[in-house]
């Protein structure tokens, strides 16, 4: 998660070199202290009115469904499977799931839980929330493929071509300059 717009919206430097854990509090106290919270949540939402995100989702819901039609995909039922079967309304679908923190992985978890093969992309420089992962991997393939070397990045699509469906839960354009993004996946 990047800091920097929190940092600015109460007037700190990016980059607070302090001694120890308690000495870095000193200057957040200090900061908040002199802000009442009223005009803060005024001043925030008034800014994110104004800002390119705000006025881009001023007339949009929660969320908007986009579709993507594949024309080689033919229309199909799920496969019959009886009710004392194990297998799953989603077993034999690929998925490859390129998320972090909370919602994304929960989502990728929920169609592992009903059959789906999720394999879980991750890389061994991003820190990985212990806390969370008995429960937000459950079920799930792992991978770590750093997208910086072109060799796992070649693997990392190599495994999102062979997939049914990616889900991803990194920020807009993060992924793009590893040709990953929403357009470089559907490329794929």
Request: glycine content about 6%; some cysteine.
């Amino acid at each position: 998660m990047n800091p920097d717009p929190s940092l600015d919206s109460i007037g700190l430097p990016h980059d607070l070199d302090q001694p120890s854990i308690e000495d870095s509090w000193k200057p957040f106290v200090e900061k908040l202290s002199q802000i009442n919270s009223d005009d803060m949540q005024r001043l925030a939402s008034d800014e994110y009115k104004d800002s390119e995100h705000g006025k881009a989702n001023a007339n949009v819901g929660l969320f908007e469904i986009k579709q993507h039609p594949n024309p080689t995909q033919k229309a199909s039922w799920w496969p019959d499977s009886p009710q004392t079967s194990s297998e799953r309304p989603l077993a034999g679908l690929k998925i490859v799931d390129i998320t972090r923190v909370i919602a994304a992985p929960v989502i990728a978890r929920g169609l592992a839980e009903m059959g789906a093969s999720v394999m879980r992309i991750t890389a061994p420089h991003l820190q990985d929330n212990s806390t969370l992962h008995c429960d937000l991997n459950w079920g799930k393939w792992n991978t770590f493929l750093d997208f910086k070397k072109e060799d796992e990045l070649e693997k990392a699509q190599e495994l999102i071509r062979e997939a049914d469906t990616v889900v991803m839960g990194y920020r807009p354009e993060v992924l793009d300059k590893y040709g990953l993004g929403v357009e470089g996946i559907l490329e794929l």
